[in-house]
């Protein structure tokens, strides 16, 4: 075959630059919430998991003069008394710090949408940049020192809600926060000491890191389990990965990297790029039945002798195992504690992973959407809440699986994560002359029959004492008669 020419390569080489992931940012933009999820819910639902109840961050929301929500006011009040605290603390100047942020101004619009910050110029953005952030830090430090209530009934300030931090549309970019913490480490005098970089690049990291760390334990009941979890540590314990070497984009995605186990960019792409050909090459070849497994609701799992277990050693909430424990297979899931806190943050993580230019696994959504294949009704909710996988704060086991069943439709396109998994569950209950299938099917329907409640296992036991009781009685019974034969045989002879 004769060589290409080079008018040949370069036509190839357009193929190259024009692949859709070859030229897409290596983080997704700050964005407004897509229209998938919010047509999910109603106008009101969508205000109250998406949008902020006590403070608008950034410029997403942030209101112009002329339409200023009056519900947000008392929470812009209390910004710029916050802010002003920030700074007041540092022995920087409140020009410097401005300085500070204009001078990357061009960066940090360039993490939102270009038409959603086109309403705003330079100076307006400048400003709401070093308020807003400079009242996020300050917000920050107040919980990790446990002093947010005092100060919130000492000055005057609103008591913000933690989980307006981490909503996709209140967001702030993570550079801002390292420019502000670098601004307050310096120092406008010539003659006093500026801190080295590293150290202040250190308590940065720290600080925001802890922050999201110990907001990570409301999304799971590890408190119920009461498992210690080191806030300082920047993943899992038992998360042995390479940490990303560049920052995040945002809070959201940093408590994100905390709930899957930080892994790194590379490995991470790696991933995504295989999950796809496989996909696309097995769906080429029709080979469609194995690569979508059906899986059936928790009861009739059940009833096929799976059971349900939750973990009880920290680590990724998506983490999943399933395997056999004493000849039972179990499937082992990390414990989530659901409340009407915890479901605008789940919500937005969804939200986050949508979002068109993300470009990594769907670790979040794919774990919500494993959970909602095992769901279907409240009996599904209570069987997975008396497993200890779920902590139901919602008030009622319906209103649980109301929330993972209105958004099954987003979360079936990511059922290919879990692929895996989802293929060995399907296996097992397929083979049900395996005799593994047959001795775990046994004595699950022993179990549901004969010690379905507490007190059948309490009768059960009453039995096996009486039972227990009999047999030494008779075995007693008969040694003393053993005994007394001996004797009268030895008195004969």
């Not at 403070?55 to 802010?83: C, F, W, Y």
């Not at 705003?120 to 952030?133: K, Q, R, T």
């Not at 890191?209 to 210690?228: D, G, K």
Request: charged residues 30%; hydrophobic residues 35%; proline residues 4%.
């Amino acid at each position: 075959m004769d060589p290409l020419t080079e008018d040949e390569i370069d036509r190839l080489k357009l193929l190259e630059e024009a692949d859709p992931g070859s030229t897409r940012s290596n983080k997704p933009l700050i964005q407004k919430i897509t229209q998938k999820l919010t047509s999910c819910y109603s106008s009101e639902e969508c205000r109250g998991y998406f949008k902020p109840t006590s403070v608008a961050i950034g410029p997403l929301n942030h209101p112009k003069e002329t339409d200023k929500d009056p519900r947000m006011e008392r929470g812009e009040q209390s910004k710029l008394k916050m802010a002003a605290m920030f700074i007041n603390f540092s022995e920087n100047t409140k020009e410097n710090f401005y300085k500070n942020v204009k001078k990357e101004l061009y960066s940090l619009k360039n993490c939102y949408d270009s038409k959603e910050v086109e309403n705003w110029n330079d100076e307006e953005l400048a400003w709401m940049f070093l308020v807003d952030g400079c009242a996020l830090l300050q917000f920050i430090a107040f919980d990790m020192m446990d002093l947010r209530l005092d100060y919130t009934f000492d000055f005057g300030l609103v008591d913000i809600e933690k989980v307006d931090l981490f909503l996709l549309e209140n967001q702030l970019p993570y550079r801002l926060l390292e420019i502000l913490i670098d601004s307050f480490w310096e120092v406008s005098s010539e003659e006093s000491t500026e801190i080295p970089k590293e150290i202040k690049s250190k308590l940065s990291k720290n600080l925001i890191t802890e922050f999201v760390n110990r907001s990570f334990l409301i999304l799971t009941a590890q408190q119920q389990l009461q498992i210690q979890v080191d806030y300082s540590q920047p993943h899992p314990p038992h998360e042995q990965q390479q940490e990303e070497e560049d920052p995040p984009q945002h809070l959201l995605e940093l408590l994100r990297r905390r709930l899957i186990g930080v892994k790194s960019k590379e490995k991470s792409d790696e991933e995504q790029k295989r999950i796809n050909k496989d996909g696309f090459r097995k769906t080429l070849t029709g080979d469609t039945s194995k690569q979508w497994p059906s899986i059936r609701n928790v009861k009739e799992l059940k009833d096929m002798g799976i059971r349900f277990k939750a973990r009880e050693k920290g680590g990724a909430i998506t983490d999943i195992d399933f395997k056999y424990h004493c000849c039972m297979p179990t499937l082992t899931l990390a414990p989530i504690f659901l409340h009407n806190t915890t479901v605008p943050l789940l919500l937005n993580l969804i939200a986050y992973e949508l979002c068109p230019d993300f470009k990594e696994t769907c670790k979040i959504t794919s774990h919500l959407s494993f959970l909602d294949s095992l769901i279907d009704n409240e009996e599904n909710v209570k069987e997975l809440t008396d497993a200890g996988v779920l902590q139901n704060g919602l008030g009622s086991d319906e209103a649980v699986a109301n929330l993972f069943n209105r958004v099954s439709g987003i979360l079936l396109s990511n059922l290919k994560i879990d692929l895996e998994l989802r293929r060995n569950i399907h296996e097992y209950c397929n083979k049900k002359s395996h005799p593994r299938y047959l001795c775990a099917n046994a004595v699950a329907k022993l179990t549901d029959t004969y010690f379905s409640s507490p007190w059948s296992f309490l009768v059960f036991l009453g039995v096996l004492a009486g039972l227990i009781m009999t047999g030494m009685q008779a075995y007693n019974s008969f040694r003393e008669n053993k005994l007394t034969l001996l004797n009268f045989n030895h008195y004969i002879y």
